[in-house]
């Protein structure tokens, strides 16, 4: 089993930039598929970006594509999530998400069997 704490949100003007991280616990860091998700007031839990056990796969969703990067680092057993030219609508509670099994379908938040507490980011106009 792993614990996840994300750290890194806050409070930023649009266009600016913020990178959140994710640590996990156990020694088994590298095991696990992992992914970042958001949940805005009123909305649904969606799909931000993951990243296979191998860090050249990542995925992205659309609305972010191009302006966040995820990455790990395996030997500090950490995720990050870079997220650059900030938007209003990136204003969410931020999840990390990981998972031992082999996801088919990295974006769904049922693939995922372990969840931080999450983190707010806000990005004023």
């Known amino acids: 089993q792993v614990q996840l704490v994300e750290s890194g949100g806050g409070l930023v003007q649009a266009g600016g930039s913020l990178r959140l991280s994710c640590a996990a616990s156990?020694?088994?860091?590298?095991?696990?598929?992992m992914a970042w998700f958001r949940q805005a007031p009123g909305k649904e839990r969606e799909f931000v970006a993951a990243?296979?056990?191998?860090?050249?796969?990542?995925y992205y969703a659309d609305s972010v594509k191009g302006r966040f990067t995820i990455s790990r680092d395996n030997a500090k057993n950490t995720m990050y999530l870079q997220m650059n030219s900030l938007k209003p609508e990136d204003t969410a509670v931020y999840y990390c998400?990981?998972?031992?099994?082999?996801?088919?379908?990295?974006?769904?938040?049922?693939?995922?069997?372990?969840w931080g507490q999450g983190t707010q980011v806000m990005v004023s106009s």
């Open positions: 990243i296979r056990r191998s860090v050249s796969n990542t």
């Open positions: 998400a990981a998972t031992l099994r082999t996801a088919r379908n990295y974006d769904r938040n049922y693939e995922y069997d372990y």
């Open positions: 156990g020694r088994t860091f590298s095991s696990y598929a």
